[in-house]
C-alpha cells in the first residue's frame, strides 16, 4: 500500500522555492487558500512569504499594480469596515480621525497601496501588529506580513509592481 505524502507544515519564514509556472521575474502572485505571497526572482524561482488573508467574501481577487508605498502608515478603516463592525471601529464613527503609522498601528510597519486602473482599491500589502493572524484569514481583505518580513518585501518591490491574487 502507498503511504500519502505528509502535508508540509506551513512555515511563514520567507524562504527560495520553486514555482511551477513561469512568471515574470518582478511580480507578486499571492495564494491565499495556502497562506503564501511569492516575490518571483528568477526563472520559476520565489521567494515565499506567509500571509494572513481577507475572510471569506471580503477577499481581494485579480490583479492591481502597487502605485504607492510608505513606512509606518497612517490608517483609517473604509466606512464599509466601520458600517460592518461599528464597535470594533467606534473611534473612527461619526469623524475624520485617522490613526497615526506606528506600533499600534493595524497597517503596521509598511504598507504597498494596491490601484486597477489609476484607482485605489482600498486592498493593501501591509505589516500587522497582530504577528499570530499569519496563516489565516482574519483581515478585512488585505494582505499581512508580519512587520519584519513586510519591511523586506518592501525593499525588494518597486512602485509599478504587479500583483495577482489567485
Known sequence: MLE??????????????????????????VVPRSFYLYFVVKPRRAIRYGVGVGKAGLEFTGSAIIERKREWPSWRPTPEMIKRDPRAYSKFVDNEYIQPGGPENPLGARALYLYQNGVDTYFRIHGTNRPETIGSAVSNGCIRLSNAHVADLYERVPVGTTVTVI
Request: no cysteine.
Open 4 to 29: 500519502a505524502a505528509e502535508p508540509k507544515p506551513f512555515d511563514p519564514t520567507p524562504q527560495i522555492v520553486k514555482i511551477k509556472k513561469q512568471e515574470d521575474i518582478g511580480q507578486i502572485l
